[in-house]
């Protein structure tokens, strides 16, 4: 044991089998070293445990509820882009991408909630319809795409729609079509 008043160069180890925010630490490269006293930092030792790809999304998928539950889009969001980087693709499950991509779109953050919802789309059918009402109303009023919104709108199906969702699709189509003869230019988006 030191004594008052004395450095000493004892290793402190990081946990060897991380989970929660600390695999979000190893993922970022903060931590997963061995940091002495004096501030110096040393690679951890080749004997720990290498976790599968599938144990890293796990953690990953762990962590990322958290942050959707603590309502921190941006932190998820640079979860997600890490988590693909080490383990070169990541698929959220259906719940969490719709509570992600709405996260996304309280924060503001359109251009990747946009991406979130068109995701979606190509993955999923349950809630098709609310999702792309909600994709084509970010087109139009925080994006000013209205060709990219009136192809997604197009899709939804003519009949079916309960009457909140019919009053909704035609105000966005009127807004989009005027935003058209207005003359707005938008690049190009995905042909739906």
Not at 70 to 92: D, I, N, P, R
Not at 135 to 164: D, H, M
């Amino acid at each position: 044991m030191p004594t008052s008043g004395t450095k000493t160069s004892e290793p402190i180890m990081v946990e060897k089998n991380p989970k929660g925010p600390e695999w979000w630490n190893r993922v970022s490269g903060l931590a997963g070293k061995m940091l002495h006293k004096t501030g110096e930092s040393e690679a951890v030792p080749d004997d720990e445990p290498v976790l599968t790809v599938e144990e890293q999304r796990q953690q990953a998928l762990d962590v990322f509820r958290t942050l959707l539950a603590s309502h921190k889009g941006s932190a998820a969001l640079a979860l997600f882009h890490k988590t693909v980087q080490a383990c070169e693709s990541w698929e959220l499950p259906e719940k969490e991408l719709l509570q992600f991509a709405e996260l996304l779109l309280a924060e503001k953050l359109w251009n990747a909630a946009v991406t979130f919802l068109e995701d979606y789309l190509k993955r999923y059918t349950k809630r098709v319809i609310p999702v792309r009402l909600r994709l084509a109303q970010t087109l139009i009023e925080q994006q000013q795409r209205p060709s990219y919104a009136a192809r997604v709108l197009n899709e939804l199906p003519r009949e079916g729609l309960g009457e909140k969702e019919e009053k909704l699709r035609t105000a966005l189509e009127q807004k989009a079509q005027k935003m058209i003869d207005e003359g707005v230019l938008e690049l190009e988006g995905r042909p739906w």
